[in-house]
């Protein structure tokens, strides 16, 4: 069992930044895939960045060059650092835990924090 709680989330300018960390408790975090995934009103859910359990990291077309997913497993946290913010960027924000493991994949969701950006 896996318990995320999401901090930093905000009002911030167009062009703003905001950095978004994820506090993970409960299990071996190190072990986990970590994600943050957003949705914004009248939208499915979609993936943003994730870094693996290995330390790689992926982002979804839009916001590379601009966000930054990081993992620190001794503090079990992981943080999103979102530059150059876009209103397209207005969303909650999720944070996920994953970890595949025989029989299938434990998959846990935190309770979200609004971004928005407005000017």
């Known amino acids: 069992q896996v318990q995320l709680v999401e901090s930093g989330g905000g009002l911030v300018q167009p062009g703003g930044s905001l950095r978004l960390s994820c506090a993970a408790s409960?299990?071996?975090?190190?072990?986990?895939?970590m994600g943050w995934y957003r949705q914004a009103p009248g939208k499915q859910r979609e993936l943003v960045a994730t870094?693996?359990?290995?330390?790689?990291?992926n982002y979804v077309e839009s916001v590379k060059g601009r966000f930054t997913i990081s993992k620190d497993n001794a503090k079990n946290t992981v943080d999103l650092q979102m530059n150059s913010l876009k209103h397209e960027d207005t969303a909650v924000y999720y944070c996920?835990?994953?970890?595949?493991?025989?029989?299938?994949?434990?998959?846990?969701w935190g309770q979200g924090t609004q971004v928005t950006v407005s000017s």
């Open positions: 996920n835990a994953r970890r595949a493991v025989p029989g299938g994949t434990w998959n846990y």
């Open positions: 409960g299990s071996i975090f190190s072990l986990y895939d």
């Open positions: 870094v693996t359990s290995g330390g790689s990291s």
